[in-house]
């Protein structure tokens, strides 16, 4: 199994940054499907940003330009750099993880963390 948690949520001022990290741990065989979700009260969870199995990001339209996804994989850590940051962008942040573990397909997330943007 995958144990995901994450950190550095917390309150910014509008135009302000912040940085998540989430550590992997486990059952590890592969960061490709890595990413970054978030989601509001009576809305349904969103993508932020995330890893492709081709190597490459994707990224909601709304965060483009402003965050930023990287990963470590030496260390098992993803990490979500936002900058800019709107009151639209608070909400409860996911780490998630899917993967595939000796032929099966899990989907794995952290227990969230809180971003708050307000004045």
């Known amino acids: 199994q995958v144990q995901l948690v994450e950190s550095g949520g917390g309150r910014v001022q509008p135009g302000g940054s912040l940085e998540l990290a989430c550590l992997a741990a486990?059952?590890?065989?592969?960061?490709?499907?890595i990413g970054w979700y978030r989601q509001t009260p009576g809305k349904q969870r969103e993508l932020v940003a995330a890893?492709?199995?081709?190597?490459?990001?994707n990224a909601a339209d709304s965060v483009k330009g402003r965050f930023t996804i990287s990963k470590d994989n030496a260390k098992n850590r993803v990490y979500l750099q936002m900058y800019s940051l709107k009151p639209e962008d608070t909400a409860v942040y996911f780490c998630?993880?899917?993967?595939?573990?000796?032929?099966?397909?899990?989907?794995?997330w952290g227990p969230g963390t809180q971003v708050t943007v307000s004045s």
């Open positions: 486990g059952d590890i065989y592969s960061l490709d499907g």
């Open positions: 890893f492709s199995s081709g190597g490459g990001t």
């Open positions: 998630h993880l899917g993967t595939w573990i000796r032929g099966n397909w899990y989907d794995f």
